[in-house]
């Protein structure tokens, strides 16, 4: 199996951009490093940081982090792997191979990368077991050159303002361009340095805690799935009570209801039903709508006078003695009590 690494596979643009800026910037400084006082020491201590800067850079670049198992197994097709004498549980189906159980499968390099902790862009390659240690030397000694550079360009721009840097000929010609440049990689520096600091602060962090990048990136992505998941059961609770209580409602709705009232004297209990009381009403104000329509009809169509006085005079009472029952019935409906007037005394 041919060694796969961060120079062999096609650069990515973070992977140039970040090759671009580191030499610019160290050119930078060499520069500024010569208008400082004791500049020889300045050029000592920044030639330091940057030569080990790139020695951990390249090592974890060109270094191979594919699972050794894959290597084996790939290199030895058709010859029996005992996986078993390994204790290898996992099988990659994309790599054909047994892995750890450490092992994760890179989308981005397309390998099985043992103990994997993160794939970075930076440097375009897969950091896992076999490079993490000289990873973490890259990231600090890269991170104690920011600092450096920050500190000399800052000393550079100061000196500027105080016009120091006048009487050297370099800088008297090309003074404001060489300040503009400065000032740029400054911000520069301070952004990576910031990133670099929290980078570090994070793998300070997991190898306290024993776990990887991707088991950090991992467990985070579960707390936030875990409260969305459990805001989705509350509201389905939620919803369930609420269903619930209207059927409850209804269920009640549909119950006889005791009523009590209780007068001076006497205390009465009615016993009723909302849908029956509403069809017996119904039902009543039919029949007495019919009555009274049959009794206008005989006042209408029959022709003696004595008859039609006393047809008169039956309707009104009877009409009377209709609004009489309707009233003892609405006030059955509400639990009253009501004695019956006499009609000869209406009479």
Known sequence: MKARSGCSQFPTLFQISTYILFILNAVLIFIHTFALEENIVHYIIFSFLVWISIYFCIKTTISDPTDSFVIQQQNNRGEFFDYEDQQLNQFCELCFA????????????????????????????CIGGKNYKPFIGMIVSVFLLLLYSIVVNGRVINQYHEEELQTSTFYSKHAQLILIITVIFLVLEIVGFVFLLQLIALHAYIYKKGMTTYDFIVSRRKKKVEPSNQSEINRDNNQENKIKNIKDSKEQDNKPVIQKKEDGKQGSKTYTHPEIIKNEGSLCSSKKAKQTVLQKRKLTQDGSDEYQKESFVNFFTQRHQTNIEFQLQNRKTNNIEATTPELAKLQ
């Open 98 to 125: 047994y892995v750890k159980d450490t092992t994760k499968h890179c989308k981005s390099c397309d390998r099985c990368c043992e103990d994997f902790d993160h794939h970075c862009r930076w440097i375009n390659n």
